[in-house]
């Protein structure tokens, strides 16, 4: 964890921003382009679900799993590298970077047979022994011809080189870029002392969530996890709004008239009693997802992250209320 260049404080993990100033945050860590060499070995159903998740074609991804090599190339930052390395590990697959060129033209041939192909092979077969046993000429040879054809079309000529989109990569493999600007922009605006050990505690309670979610790679593969990904990512969201709504009423009190400055802290202490309550919350979710192996996650084991989380959005949707009433 690194610290503020401007007051010595730690930086939030994960983002590299200050909550303690209002410096302004680190740059995002660049980009390069990247190639990976993987050798399929282990699972390949997983290892070809991964790709698709990632944003390769289903297809395409079926062609490269079944050869013996093939490199992914795309631009990645040094976080995303190490988590897909480690995903693609954790298939069986071995993965290692690489600065060898791969021409254009480098393809390799796989057999790609599907139960259509199967079908058409029986028909012709049939016909064609239905044809010499009854002695009809000209029909067998035609058989063969088709026989042949329909062998040849299961060949496949791939290409060794699998591009991913760097965006959809890094949507999947990184916290969300945007959230380092949306955070110091609720940051800047808070001046009550509370309200901003408040922030940082759900923020770093998020964050931690997100990436033990992510860090197995589960949320790819597992519909349900996919879906606590993203609200996980909207609850954060809330919370900012809450929090930066907690930071205009405690301005505001100090403004008001006396009659209405009880009735603003009121509606302040409630908003703060749904935020103290967040993080122990996330801390509950955090261990549930520590049981979850990875693409192994058994769903069984779900219903203790995903229902962490509905009182999460339960006590967000309290503070919402709050917050209308103020309107």
Known sequence: MSRCDHCGAERLMHLELCLSCEAPPMPAPPRRRRRLEVRPAGDPARLEGLLVALGAERQLAASQVALDRFDLVSDLSSIAEARLTTLIGATGAECLPTERYVPAAEHAASWVVDGRGLAKLATVLGLGGAAIAGGVPWVPVAALVATVSVVVSWVRVVPRELALEASRLSARLEIDAGLQAEVHTVRRELRDLRVIELLRACVTGFLDAMVRLRASGAHLLLPELARADRQLLEQLRRTLTVCASAGRLSMAIADAPPERAAGLERSREGLLEELEHVPQR?????????????????????????????????????AAEIEQLLR
Do not use: C, K, W, Y
């Open 282 to 318: 996330i801390a509950v979710l955090t261990a549930s997802l520590a049981l979850l192996d990875g693409a192994e996650a058994r769903r069984e084991l779900l219903a203790g992250p995903l229902g962490t989380l509905a009182e999460l959005q339960h006590g967000l949707d309290a």
